[in-house]
């Protein structure tokens, strides 16, 4: 079995040029408007 993707420096999957799912796109948002850091927004999850 072949794996998509790279482990990025907080543990979490990505792969390259591929755009985020949508939930995680919808939390960047969320968390954008409630005034957070930009930062904070991969470690807050």
Excluded at 32 to 39: D, K, N, R, Y
Aim: net charge positive; hydrophobic share 35%; aromatic share 6%.
């Amino acid at each position: 079995m072949q794996r998509y993707g790279e482990v990025n420096q907080l543990g979490g999957m990505f792969v390259s040029g591929r755009p985020l799912p949508n939930p995680v796109r919808l939390r960047i948002v969320e968390l954008a408007h409630c005034g957070s850091p930009t930062a904070a927004c991969p470690r807050s999850w």
